[in-house]
């Protein structure tokens, strides 16, 4: 297993057949705590069956595994979120006007 730590508001970690790295991998996310009121959690649902029934990523784990996956603890490496400085870089970087007035 790889965790991963780009991330801002979830755990990710990879899980690879024998610790190949180069091989497929299975990415578990936990999501972060109060996550839910930043992220839809309905529509990426939705978007993840699509992109499943379209051949673009594997289908969602059942409702069993999901439990067992949330209750996993999961050693913490960087206790901060860096949720904050993440929002004031895309503050920073959104637009003060658009070539299209309807934006």
């Known amino acids: ?3 991963f730590h780009e991330g801002v508001m979830n755990v990710l970690v990879g899980c690879y057949l024998d610790g190949k790295y180069d091989e497929d ?3 578990i996310r936990k999501y972060g705590n109060n996550t839910n009121l ?3 959690r309905k529509a990426e649902i939705d978007i993840i ?3 499943n029934q379209n051949g673009i990523c594997m289908p969602l784990l059942i409702a069993r ?3 067992k996956l949330h209750s996993t603890k999961l050693k ?3 206790p ?3 949720l904050f400085e993440k929002l004031d870089k895309w503050i920073e970087n959104i637009s003060e006007c658009f070539e ?3 934006k």
């Open 1 to 3: 297993m790889k965790r």
């Open 25 to 27: 991998v299975v990415l």
């Open 38 to 40: 930043l992220v839809d």
């Open 49 to 51: 069956r699509t992109l």
């Open 65 to 67: 595994e999901m439990a």
């Open 76 to 78: 913490e490496t960087n």
């Open 80 to 82: 901060k979120s860096g």
């Open 100 to 102: 299209d007035p309807t």
